[in-house]
Structures are given as C-alpha cells and as structure tokens.
C-alpha cells in the first residue's frame, strides 16, 4: 500500500529564511507526488507535482521540490519565507494501484513566519 | 468556469439528524471524489465517481453515509444518523481521468455535530 509520512507537524521559520519542509513516501510502483497547501478554513490548492519526468519541480510562489528515489522523499523547499507563506502543506501520494487517482496524504505541517 | 463548489459552508446539526452536502465540480472534470478532514490531519478520502459511477468506497466508511452523483454531474453527500465522530471538513474534489492529473477542490463544508 502506498502512504506518505510528514515529519515534524509544526515548522516556524523567520521572513527571509528557508523553508524546508519534509516528505517521504512509500510506494510498490514509481510514484506521482503532489505538494497542496491549505489556508485556513479552505479548500487545498496545488503548489505542484512530480509524475515522473524532471526530479526537481518548480511549482506556484517560489516553491520546488526534489524527488529522490533512492531516499524516497520529496521535500519541499522556498529559497526565502514570506509572511504569506504561513499555511498547512500536505504532500500526497496518487494512489495508482487502483487506477482511481485518489489521493492519499499526509497528515501535514503547519508553517509559521515570523516577522 | 468558477471552479468546485460546495454548499453549505457550514452546518451545525443535533446528534441523529440527518444531512446533505452537495458539490458542483468543475464542468469538464469526469471525476469527483470526496474526502473528510479532522483538525490536524491530512485529508481522508471516502468515495469517488467517474461521471456518474461510484467505483471506490473507503472501506472506514460507514454504511451511515452514502454518496450519489446523478448524471455524473454534482454530487450530493448523506449522512444519516449523525454522531459526534462525524464532526469534520468535508471535502470536495475534481478532476479529468489519470493518476497524474491535478485535483481542484472546493472549500469544504465544516460539519459539527452537537
């Protein structure tokens, strides 16, 4: 079965830092990946995915990830944190072995920003 | 196209009463999932259609809770009997065929159960 694991359930950085946030997953089949990020009392919008062709995504607001295969993560890093930014972030794994697209997630992190 | 929609936004209801969500997904999108989200945790899928056939039920669903998507068009969510657990985020999803493809969701009904 395929799930996805978040470490650390609350990252806090200052404006202006890295962000790094992350992700690794577990999959009997190579994997299509998605970053979403959530705002309070919202639905989920997408930051980007991964679906196998270039291991290093570039998504919306400055967000990328990498994807390595061989330490099964795909963390997700911003060269330098907004106010904005603060958000929930899930990384989610499609579930393929089924063929139904659903999604399967993790159980997030909750980014702060200090001024 | 405005995207997903979902109504209500919100709903408080008595322990055992019955209630319904609908969503409206984005015109083009053959899929239409649904997920439940407590505070804290990733979203928890629960059913999808393609157009107008359920071809997935999480097996955590209870037969309280039933799903139709008549003409493969909105979706309506029903929970009878509610309890306390029930109380969550219920979300909407949707999306055109492929394990690939991106998933547009709405913004969620909050449900609380009293």
């Known amino acids: 079965a395929q799930s996805v694991t978040q470490l650390g359930s609350h990252v806090s950085v200052s404006e202006g830092a890295l962000v790094l946030l992350r992700c690794n997953y577990s999959?009997?089949?190579?994997?299509?990946l998605f970053w979403y990020v959530q705002y309070p009392n919202q639905g989920l919008q997408l930051l980007l995915k991964y679906t196998s062709a270039a291991t290093l995504v570039k998504g919306i607001n400055g967000f990328e990830a990498e994807f390595k295969k061989s330490e099964t993560s795909f963390h997700l890093t911003k060269p330098s944190a907004h106010m904005s930014d603060a958000a929930e972030y899930f990384c989610a794994v499609s579930d393929l072995q089924n063929q139904g697209g659903k999604l399967i997630f993790g159980q997030g992190t909750e980014l702060s920003v200090k001024p | 196209d405005t995207g997903v929609s979902q109504d209500p936004r919100h709903k408080i209801t008595k322990r055992g009463q019955n209630v319904t969500f609908r969503c409206d997904p984005i015109?083009?999108?053959?899929?239409l999932y649904w997920y439940r989200q407590t505070l804290g945790q990733g979203p928890e899928f629960l059913t999808y259609?393609?157009?107008?056939?359920?071809?997935?039920k999480s097996r955590l669903l209870s037969d309280r809770f039933s799903a139709e998507r008549p003409k493969g068009s909105f979706s309506t969510l029903e929970i009878q009997r509610t309890e306390q657990g029930d109380s969550a985020m219920y979300l909407c999803a949707s999306s055109l065929a492929g394990g690939d493809t991106e998933a547009f969701f709405g913004q969620g009904t909050r449900l609380t159960v009293v």
């Open positions: 259609f393609q157009n107008e056939a359920q071809l997935e």
């Open positions: 999959s009997s089949v190579p994997p299509y």
């Open positions: 015109s083009e999108h053959n899929r």
